[in-house]
């Protein structure tokens, strides 16, 4: 009887028309961004930010507006979502280059309806935004970081309990079981293809409490002011989202590529599998101390927990993002290269 890994094997044209489909819309975001700005907003002289309408200080905002975006793509909880649900799917067989598209996607959804929200005057949202102390920055600085470190948590623990059943020898296996897993169940088939990350991406989008997505919202608020037109001030929203989207989406297609690729050559099978153990590794560990971080800050802003969970508060994460794809893309083309020595030596 087929395993769940060859009867769950997406169809290849299937996979590359949403592959396809995916690019366009991301290509489609640049050119409503970009096009808007440069063909509309700028001949106009609208004034984005707090600039005076030049064409200089006009396409800076965008640019800042974008830089953010791209910036945000790489916070340490995107990539080790992005990541920990890349190697899932991959493991069971299932399409995973979308991943990262779908979260970004689901993730720029909040901050597009904030913006919204904000160009469109309503001045509760403004005024929440700038009250460090209001209702909106304490149930966000709540909801965004729990449910963000919980998702880590979850899907480390599902992709730690496959490892364990392949080192017992239950490879072939696509769902091994266990308790763990049977547990984790839920879990498993809420989340089962890429877009299903759309609703993680939201989720993770209600702690809007970081530096990027501050950055954006004020650069928003500030074209408001200056009482630009609404489509004028929605191209800033926009131009994130396009940043966000392509380096998302860009991380989970090389990461599934990373995770689906093994050695050709049969005397480098041992060295794949020990590749495959030691990038699994890495992203897990990298999920947790994430998730450690989010939900100890939570118990140490919101209800006054002291030592250990202040301590692990303060551990840095901000560029843990950044450090993690580079280990994680050092790994696959060290072992790459290593694999296929041997094979070059012998032409």
């Known amino acids: ?25 991301i290509v ?13 907003v700028v001949p106009a002289g609208i004034p984005l930010g707090a600039g005076d309408g030049t064409a200089l200080v006009t396409v800076g905002v965008a640019l800042a507006a974008y830089t953010l975006g791209l910036r945000h793509a790489f916070d340490a909880d995107h990539i080790a979502a992005i990541d920990n649900t890349t190697r899932r799917l991959t493991e069971r067989g299932r399409p995973a280059n979308t991943v990262g598209f779908w979260f970004s996607l689901g993730h720029s959804t909040i901050v597009l309806v904030l913006c919204v929200l904000l160009t469109f005057g309503v001045t509760a949202i403004s005024a929440s935004l700038a009250d460090d102390s209001s209702a909106l920055h304490a149930w966000t600085g709540v909801i965004g970081p729990t449910v963000s470190g919980v998702f880590l948590l979850v899907i480390a623990a599902v992709n ?13 296996q696509a769902s091994p079981g266990g308790p763990v897993l049977r ?5 498993e088939r ?4 890429p877009s ?29 002011l200056a009482s630009v037109p609404w489509w004028a001030a929605l191209t800033l929203p926009i131009l994130f989202a396009a940043g966000m989207s392509a380096f998302d989406t860009t991380q989970g297609a090389v990461m599934r590529r990373a995770y689906a690729w093994q050695p050709g050559d049969p005397g480098s099978r041992r060295v794949g599998t ?11 560990v990298a999920a947790i101390l994430i998730a450690l971080v989010q939900l100890s800050s939570v118990l140490v802003e919101n209800l006054g927990f002291g030592d250990p969970f202040a301590w692990i508060a303060s551990v840095g994460i901000d560029d843990l993002g ?13 072992v790459y290269l290593v694999t296929r020595r041997p094979r070059a030596l012998s032409t």
């Open 190 to 193: 809420a989340v089962d293809r």
């Open 196 to 224: 299903r990350m759309y609703g993680v991406g939201l989720l993770f989008g209600l702690g809007f409490d970081t530096a990027t997505e501050i950055g954006l919202l004020a650069l928003a608020g500030a074209s408001t």
């Open 322 to 334: 950044l450090v993690l794809t580079a280990l994680l893309l050092a790994t696959w083309v060290a």
């Open 160 to 172: 730690l309990a496959a490892l364990r059943s392949r080192a017992r020898g239950e490879e072939g």
């Open 28 to 40: 489609a975001l640049h050119v409503l961004g970009w096009g808007v700005l440069l063909l509309a």
């Open 183 to 187: 547990l984790l169940g839920p879990f």
């Open 1 to 25: 009887m087929a395993d769940e890994r060859t009867m769950s094997a997406p169809h290849p044209v299937e996979t590359r028309r949403g592959t396809i489909g995916v690019v366009a819309f």
């Open 274 to 284: 020990i590749y495959g153990i030691a990038m699994t590794v890495l992203s897990v």
